[in-house]
C-alpha cells in the first residue's frame, strides 16, 4: 500500500524559504506524475506543481520563479523549494500524484507565512 508523509513546514517569515519533503512508500512511486498541492482555509485544495517521473516540471502562475519541484526517485522522494514567500502562500500543503489519487491524502504539512 503506497503512503505519503510530508514534511518541512513551518513558520517563516514573509520574503524567506522553506524547502519541503515528501516521501513516497511502495514500488509504484516512480510511475507516477507528482504533485504538491495547498489549502488556504476556506479555500479548495489547488495544484501548486508537478513532476513527470523524468524531471518535466509545471508550475500555476502564482508560483511561478518562486517554487521549485524536484524529485528522487531513488528515495521516492519529492520536494518543493519555496523562495520569495508571500502571506498568500500560507496553506497546508500535500504532495499526491497527479491527477490527483483521493486515497493517498497524507496529513500534509503546515506552512505560515507571517511577519
Known amino acids: 500500500q503506497v503512503q505519503v508523509v510530508e514534511s518541512g513546514g513551518g513558520l517563516v517569515q514573509p520574503g524567506g524559504s522553506l524547502r519541503l519533503s515528501c516521501t513516497a512508500s511502495g514500488s509504484i512511486f516512480n510511475s507516477y506524475v507528482m504533485g504538491w498541492y495547498r489549502q488556504a482555509p476556506g479555500k479548495q485544495r489547488e495544484l501548486v506543481a508537478r513532476?513527470?517521473?523524468?524531471?518535466?516540471?509545471n508550475n500555476a502562475d502564482t508560483v511561478k520563479g518562486r517554487f521549485t519541484i524536484s524529485r528522487d526517485n531513488t528515495k521516492n522522494d519529492v520536494y518543493l523549494q519555496m523562495n520569495s514567500l508571500k502571506p498568500e502562500d500560507t496553506a497546508v500543503y500535500y504532495c499526491?500524484?497527479?491527477?490527483?489519487?483521493?486515497?493517498?491524502w497524507g496529513q500534509g504539512t503546515q506552512v505560515t507565512v507571517s511577519s
Open positions: 499526491n500524484p497527479y491527477p490527483r489519487v483521493n486515497a493517498l
Open positions: 513532476i513527470t517521473n523524468t524531471g518535466g516540471t
